[in-house]
T-cell receptor, first 109, second 116 residues
Framework: GIQVEQSPPDLILQEGANSTLRCNFS?????LQWFHQNPWGQLINLFY???GTKQNGRLSATTVATERYSLLYISSSQTTDSGVYFC???????????FGKGTRLSVIA | DADVTQTPRNRITKTGKRIMLECSQT?????MYWYRQDPGLGLRLIYY???????NKGEISDGYSVSRQAQAKFSLSLESAIPNQTALYFC???????????????FGPGTRLTVL
């Protein structure tokens, strides 16, 4: 099956710093989503981005489908950005998502 | 009210007991999923259903069963719980047909299950 690798596994940032999280996948996909799991366990969808670039406030994401990777950018990080960020991919609209193991982000004041 | 709800939110049980976790949604979505999360392993798919008459096994279905009672309800059962089924369980929904082909998944709050 399709493999999803996220890096780095752990990241510690000072408040206000910028960061880039990476997601590599082993096969072509037409479904790619980024999620944030907050420290209380809630999973929130950040982006649906099988290709191209999207921005939402301080967060943006870029997927280069031909090179099989996606990047999540967090600018001016805040303590509320802490948690685990997951990338998930699917080959088609009728195949379920496969999740990476996540990047655990800790933003310290 | 939350769009995707899970009950119970926490459950402690003993080895060999039958357990049912329930998921309800008010989003009107056709697709529903059950995932399991273990520390350091991300989320792994247990079962999924694309409509009321459709049930599919996921990556780790052994030891689990599901029932799709209605569009809005999808239950996960552990017939005889064992300690390595201790985990955080999530239900999720999606519906690309309602969202112009975008298959965004929406998660419930999770159920923390401990099997002693």
């Amino acid at each position: 099956g399709i493999q999803v690798e996220q890096s780095p596994p752990d990241l510690i940032l000072q408040e206000g710093a910028n960061s880039t999280l990476r997601c590599n996948f082993s096969d072509s996909v037409n479904n790619l989503q980024w999620f944030h799991q907050n420290p209380w366990g809630q999973l929130i969808n950040l982006f649906y981005i099988p290709s191209g670039t999207k921005q939402n406030g301080r967060l943006s994401a870029t997927t280069v489908a031909t090179e099989r990777y996606s990047l999540l950018y967090i600018s001016s990080s805040q303590t509320t950005d802490s948690g685990v960020y997951f990338c998930a991919v699917g080959r088609s609209g009728n195949t379920p998502l496969v999740f990476g193991k996540g990047t655990r982000l800790s933003v310290i004041a | 009210d939350a769009d995707v709800t899970q009950t119970p939110r926490n459950r402690i049980t003993k080895t060999g007991k039958r357990i049912m976790l329930e998921c309800s949604q008010t989003k009107g979505h056709d697709r529903m999923y059950w995932y399991r999360q273990d520390p350091g392993l991300g989320l792994r798919l247990i079962y999924y259903s694309f409509d009321v008459k459709d049930i599919n096994k996921g990556e780790i279905s052994d030891g689990y069963s599901v029932s799709r009672q209605a569009q809005a309800k999808f239950s996960l059962s552990l017939e005889s719980a064992i300690p390595n089924q201790t985990a955080l369980y999530f239900c999720a929904t999606s519906d690309p047909g309602l969202a112009g082909g975008v298959d965004t998944q929406y998660f419930g709050p999770g159920t923390r299950l401990t099997v002693l």
